[in-house]
């Protein structure tokens, strides 16, 4: 879709929400670790979770104990490595692993090929690799290269470009996949997704998101399938802020409704 998409809309009515972290609810930094979820933003999440009846999970390419610690103190539904680890409303793991053979081959191979690549990194994630250059973006095309060998060499892995990072996953694993799995279970089965993201890596989950009639967005600029645009992290938080205010005064709405119902009968 165009650059000109609009803002997304307000929500009414009964949502699944679901956030990338990396460059949608937090800034990317130089490096993963320098990355920082502001603690008004996660009350903002816990306050929309509850609001949607636990109907919110993070989607992200990091790993759920990642997750879990930048959420920290609060504990929401969480699907990992995109998609390849999952963790349902009720704290089930669902887990897609690699044989262990194939990953300490794949290890070796990898930190051996990036010794020849300075400023690149590579990320062991059990199941996943992923192959930084945001330090060193003229290897970028030798990255890519590596990891294309890698995928080609071993067809139940599958390729994932990102920003600055190529990643290899198992196949078949990507984020609209967990979208699809969270949707067909409670609490988030029979509620409108929505999905905001701003990578290649969320196109997967866009789609998903377009097929059930949901709210996908695209934050920043490019290509996309998704229906919405924000232009950046700091807008992200304004609209999520936006929306939990407006679900908190249509809760206390519907809660005086009832209180005056209640006593319009008892009168009567």
């Known amino acids: 879709m165009a650059d000109s998409l609009t803002v997304p809309p307000a ?13 949608t609810l937090a800034e990317i930094k130089p490096h993963p670790d320098q990355v920082v979820l502001p603690a008004d933003i996660l009350r903002v999440l816990d306050q929309l979770s509850q609001d949607n009846q636990g109907a ?6 990091r790993s759920m104990a990642e997750l879990d610690e930048l959420a920290r103190p609060y504990r929401f539904p969480l699907a990992g490595v995109h998609g390849a680890e999952r963790r349902d409303i009720h704290g089930n793991a669902h887990i897609v692993s690699l044989p262990d053979s194939l990953i300490q081959t794949l290890t070796a191979q990898l930190t051996a090929a990036l010794t020849h690549l300075p400023g690149t990194e590579l990320e062991a994630k059990g199941m996943a690799f992923a192959l930084h250059y945001r330090q060193a973006p003229e290897h970028e095309a030798a990255i890519t290269a590596l990891a294309t060998s890698v995928v080609a060499a071993h067809p139940q892995l ?3 470009p990102g920003k600055c990072v190529v990643e290899i996953k198992p ?4 984020k609209g996949e967990a979208i699809s799995a969270f949707m067909g279970e409670a609490p988030f089965a029979g509620r409108t997704p929505v999905f905001i993201g701003d990578d290649l890596t969320d196109e997967s989950g866009f789609r998903v998101v377009n097929q059930a009639g949901g709210i996908s967005i695209k934050v920043g600029q490019g290509e996309t399938c998704a229906g919405w645009r924000l232009p950046n992290v700091a807008s992200v938080w304004q609209w999520v802020t936006e929306v939990a205010n407006q679900q908190q005064e249509e809760k206390i709405a519907h809660n005086n409704r009832r209180k005056h119902d209640g006593s319009l009968s008892r009168s009567l």
Not at 171 to 174: P, R
């Open 158 to 160: 599958a390729l994932q």
């Open 11 to 23: 929500l009414t009515g009964e949502f699944a929400l679901f956030f990338d972290l990396d460059g």
């Open 171 to 174: 196949k078949g694993i990507n």
């Open 56 to 61: 919110l999970a993070l989607i992200s390419g």
